[in-house]
Structures are given as structure tokens and as C-alpha cells.
């Protein structure tokens, strides 16, 4: 409902402010003759119609360029303000509108491969636990990929994953954890499916794991599928789900999955998924909101996985979450006392294929132990 209403007062803002830009320009003059209700109707009439037309194609992707558009066309007019005070010259309306539309374009042009265009980010950690495994040996070393926020649909589908996930799979990680919002609120069951067989296609020494984000459930009811049928797919691929719960793996390191922070009153505290683990192991907490660190350094986690902020997908979105209280970090690695925390920009963006707060990304992280 909050976000509805955000979306609501923006396309209300943008609607009276193109209004009066648009009924500034000559043609509307040519077409309205010497009927002034005219001059006021036509612009009014061609707003309607390119937010119906956006309302059908995407509204989301409507509103951002709605308001792309209008801050670049305010920055234009404040130019040819400036431009006309130096130069007695009035620039010509068209001219600012001309303007305002390219850097509009190129804006969101840049946004648009920001978001398409994967890479891998690297980081280097160490850790003087102990990472024995069931047969004695010592672990100097454990490679980590991390897959999250990939919102399947939204910059790609599952055909388009499958593609991106071969990037993953050439890193040759010992061990996958997706953080999750894998899929979407409106992921087909198709693309769903095939997203699911191509983590099938991942090979890893100890196993690939998933946890739910807060769009994996899907706040709609409507979608052609439910949580239990997304975590059999994930099953049948060997994709292992961990929701509230934690795994010693090999006897070498601990791999604890919450359940997403949506379900606050649901989901067990760090104490409990924790208090019975031993302290000398390593330890790996996915958690995909970044907003329990405390807990998490208490409860003695080593390294802290997670995703969805995007890294705060377009500017200055970023900024809000950690001003809010929402998020406690954005995007990349810390280390607070014992603890490192990581939070990935993700795949994928949400409701838009537009980046320019952050980069799309999987990432790799390498643990060596001393």
C-alpha cells in the first residue's frame, strides 16, 4: 500500500509538472488555434495517454522514467534560465525538451546495461577457526559463490540465467548459496522451472544451498505456483533449502539459513539456531535483509551473507535504506569485531532492468583459514 501511494504521488507530481512544460511548447499553440481551452485540454490529453500506454507496458519502469525525465527537464530549464539571463537570448522550448529527453536516454540507457551486464566481484577473507572435516583434514581454504536477487523475469529469464550462471560455474566454487528473492512475485512457472535446472547443472564439492528473500513467497496469490513447489524444483535440482535451520557440512563449517525478515514473528533468533552449535567451527549465516548484525555477531558468526538492497539499484535510493533503519549496510564487504558482513547488489534489479546506484553481480569470496 506505501509503495502504491509513493508510485501514485510521483506520476501526480510528474503529471503536473510535464503539464505545464508541454503547454509551453508552440505546436500546442498551432493545434489549439485561437481556442484557449484548447491549449488546456491537449496537453492534459497527451499525458493521459502516455501514462495509459505505460500503465499497460510496465508501470514501474513508467514512473522511473517519469521522474529521470522531470529532474533533467528541470535541470534543463533551470540552464536555459541562466543561459537567458547571460545572453538576453531565450532558449527555444523545444530545444530544452530535446535535451531533457536525451539525457534522459542516455541516463537510462547507462542504467540498462549496468543492470544486464554481470560481473564477478572478488574478496579475500582469513579465519583462525577451526575447519576440520569428517576425516581429520584441515581446510586451508573454502571458495564461496553467492547468487542473489536474480528475480527471475526481470532482467532475464530462466534461459537467460542459465546463461549467466555459466560465469558461475567456470569460478569452480566449492560451495553455492543463493540469499534469496531467486524468483519473483510474477516469475512464470516456466521460467521457474528452468531456472531450477540449471543450478541442477552446478557441481560443487559441498552442495549448493538457498534460502527465501521476501518476493520468493510472492506477495500476490495469483502466481501459478507456491513456495512448496519451488523448493521441490530446488530439490530436484540438489539445491538444498535451509529455512530456519542449520547444517554442519563435511564436519567443517556451519551453514545457517534463516527465514526471510518478512516473517519477523515466524522466524527463530539467531540464539536459538545457534546456542547448540559448536563455537570452534566456522560458521556461515545467509540472511537475506542485512538488519540483524548484532544477534548475528553474538550468536558468533563468522561471515554473513546477504542481498536484497541491489545496492541500492538506482541513485540515491541506497542512502534511504540505512537512513531508515531498513537496512544496516548496503552493499560490500565489513568486518565489525569477529564478524564479517557481505551484501550483494545482486543479478538482477527489482520491477526494472535499470542500475545506476550499483552493478549487477554474483560474487566470490575466498576464506582462507590460518
Not at 289 to 313: E, S
Not at 342 to 351: C, I, L, N, T, Y
Request: aromatic letters at 12%.
Amino acid at each position: 500500500m506505501g509503495f502504491m501511494i509513493i508510485v501514485a504521488a510521483i506520476g501526480f507530481l510528474f503529471s503536473i509538472y510535464t503539464y505545464f512544460q508541454v503547454r509551453k511548447l508552440q505546436f500546442i499553440d498551432n493545434l489549439a488555434g485561437e481556442q484557449k481551452w484548447k491549449k488546456n485540454i491537449f496537453p492534459a490529453l497527451i499525458i493521459i495517454v502516455l501514462l495509459a500506454v505505460g500503465y499497460l507496458i510496465n508501470m514501474v519502469v513508467t514512473v522511473v522514467i517519469a521522474i529521470h525525465l522531470m529532474i533533467f527537464w528541470l535541470i534543463a530549464n533551470i540552464v536555459a534560465l541562466i543561459i537567458h539571463k547571460a545572453t538576453h537570448k531565450k532558449v527555444n522550448g523545444y530545444i530544452v525538451c530535446l535535451v531533457a529527453v536525451c539525457l534522459t536516454v542516455a541516463y537510462l540507457g547507462y542504467a540498462c546495461y549496468n543492470d544486464n551486464n554481470v560481473v564477478k566481484t572478488t574478496y579475500q577473507i582469513t579465519s583462525n577457526k577451526d575447519a576440520s572435516n569428517n576425516k581429520g583434514e584441515s581446510l586451508t581454504s573454502l571458495k564461496i559463490a553467492q547468487i542473489t536477487d536474480t528475480h527471475i523475469g526481470t532482467t532475464f529469464d530462466g534461459e537467460g540465467f542459465a546463461d549467466e550462471l555459466e560465469k558461475v560455474k567456470a569460478q569452480n566454487p566449492d560451495v553455492v548459496f543463493i540469499t534469496g528473492d531467486f524468483v519473483d512475485d510474477d516469475t512464470s512457472k516456466e521460467d521457474m522451472i528452468e531456472a531450477c535446472k540449471a543450478l541442477g547443472q552446478l557441481k560443487t564439492k559441498y552442495g549448493v544451498y538457498f534460502i527465501t528473500g521476501n518476493h520468493d513467497p510472492s506477495y500476490f496469490y495469483n502466481r501459478e505456483y507456491n513456495m512448496g513447489d519451488l523448493e521441490r524444483e530446488l530439490k530436484n535440482n540438489g539445491v538444498e533449502a535451509l529455512i530456519d535451520e542449520a547444517k554442519l557440512v563435511d564436519g567443517a563449517f556451519y551453514v545457517v539459513g534463516r527465514m526471510d525478515r518478512r516473517f519477523e514473528n515466524e522466524r527463530k533468533s539467531m540464539k536459538e539456531l545457534t546456542e547448540s552449535l559448536d563455537e570452534s567451527k566456522y560458521m556461515i549465516v545467509l540472511d537475506h535483509q542485512p538488519h540483524d548484525f548484532k544477534a548475528q555477531q553474538k550468536a558468533g558468526a563468522d561471515l554473513v551473507l546477504c542481498g536484497h538492497t541491489h545496492g541500492g539499484q538506482m541513485f540515491p535510493l541506497g542512502y534511504f535504506g540505512e537512513w531508515s533503519g531498513a537496512n544496516e549496510k548496503t552493499y560490500g564487504l565489513e568486518k565489525r569485531g569477529s564478524t564479517y558482513y557481505e551484501v550483494s547488489s545482486g543479478m538482477s534489479g527489482w520491477g526494472m532492468p535499470f542500475k545506476t546506484g550499483a552493478k549487477s553481480e554474483f560474487v566470490i569470496i575466498n576464506v582462507q583459514f590460518q
